[in-house]
Nanobody, 122 residues
């Protein structure tokens, strides 16, 4: 079992930056690939970014590529999402997830956090 807790969400103006954190606990959390997903009101949950368990590779959605950076610190059991140049369309609940497959498909992730709200005003 893996437990995930997100933090760092908030309200900010367009163009600003925010760093989300995801704290992992449980058995062998460092062996899992991890990802960030988001869900805006009335929309399906969408992929944002993912990172290999050993940080060998990262993946991003086209909408955040070049603005967001995913990283992890296995010694601290933490994953981060640095979000720069935020836009109103980035407003959503952001979730971290862990799984055995490194994909963009939410269905491949087994463990999920409760989410943290990010609101970007214009």
């Amino acid at each position: 079992q893996v437990q995930l807790v997100e933090s760092g969400g908030g309200l900010l103006q367009a163009g600003g930056s925010l760093r989300l954190s995801c704290a992992a606990s449980g058995s062998t959390t460092s062996a899992y690939h991890m990802g960030w997903f988001r869900q805006a009101p009335g929309r399906q949950r969408e992929f944002v970014a993912a990172i290999h368990w050993a940080s060998i590779s990262t993946y991003y959605s086209d909408s955040v590529k070049g603005r967001f950076t995913v990283s992890r610190d296995n010694a601290k059991n933490m994953m981060y999402l640095q979000m720069n140049s935020l836009r109103p369309e980035d407003t959503a609940i952001y979730y971290c997830a862990a799984g055995r497959r490194l994909t963009k498909d939410a269905g491949d992730y087994v463990y999920w956090g409760q989410g943290t709200q990010v609101t970007v005003s214009s």
